[in-house]
Nanobody
């Protein structure tokens, strides 16, 4: 059984910063890509940032230059540093990971989400 657990959400004023963390645990053989998604009220879930197993990153245009995704492969963790936060960044942030349970058995996993609220 594999679990992804996010932490670090909260309430922050516009212009502030937050750092989200996501820890993967369980019977993990290796982790391929990892990412952060968010879902605002009444909207569809959208990709915020993505990092490959080799460390290549890409970002949604709305967060480029403000957010930074990183990972610690030794700890099976992924982070999202969010700076210059705006009210439109408000939403539930979900961690996602493409995880190998063995050399051939691969599944896609999601965390339970952490709320980020940016006040104006």
């Amino acid at each position: 059984q594999v679990q992804l657990v996010e932490s670090g959400g909260g309430l922050v004023q516009a212009g502030g910063s937050l750092r989200l963390s996501c820890a993967a645990s369980g019977s993990i053989f290796s982790i391929n890509a990892m990412g952060w998604y968010r879902q605002a009220p009444g909207k569809q879930r959208e990709l915020v940032a993505h990092i490959t197993g080799g460390g290549n990153t890409n970002y949604a245009g709305s967060v480029k230059g403000r957010f930074t995704i990183s990972r610690d492969n030794a700890k099976n963790m992924v982070y999202l540093q969010m700076n210059s936060l705006k009210p439109e960044d408000t939403g539930v942030y979900y961690c996602n990971a493409d995880i190998y349970l063995s050399g051939w058995h691969r599944n896609d996993y999601w965390g339970q989400g952490t709320q980020v609220t940016v006040s104006s």
